[in-house]
Nanobody, 123 residues
């Protein structure tokens, strides 16, 4: 069993900053990539940022230059530093992990999701 535990959401004024964190825990897994998605009311879930095991990153155009994704491999943790926040950043943010696990017989690659953390940016 693998769990993703998120933290760092909250209420902030426009122009402020927040840092989200997501830690993966469990046994017999390796991380291929981790990232952050968000879903605002009335909108589909969208990719915000993603980082691979090799350190390659991708960002949504709407957050490029404002958000930074990073990781701590020793802690199996990914962070999202969000600066210059805008009201349109308001959403539930979900951590995602692409993991490979081994059950003694076979390897499995699977997407895991965190519980979501609310980010609200007031104008």
């Amino acid at each position: 069993q693998v769990q993703l535990v998120e933290s760092g959401g909250g209420l902030v004024q426009a122009g402020g900053a927040l840092r989200l964190s997501c830690a993966a825990s469990g046994s017999s897994f390796s991380i291929n990539a981790m990232g952050w998605y968000r879903q605002a009311p009335g909108k589909q879930r969208e990719l915000v940022a993603r980082i691979t095991s090799a350190g390659s990153t991708n960002y949504a155009d709407s957050v490029k230059g404002r958000f930074t994704i990073s990781r701590d491999n020793a802690k199996n943790t990914v962070y999202l530093q969000m600066n210059s926040l805008k009201p349109e950043d308001t959403a539930v943010y979900y951590c995602n992990a692409d993991l490979t696990t081994y059950n003694g017989l076979a390897f499995y690659t699977y997407d895991y999701w965190g519980q979501g953390t609310q980010v609200t940016v007031s104008s």
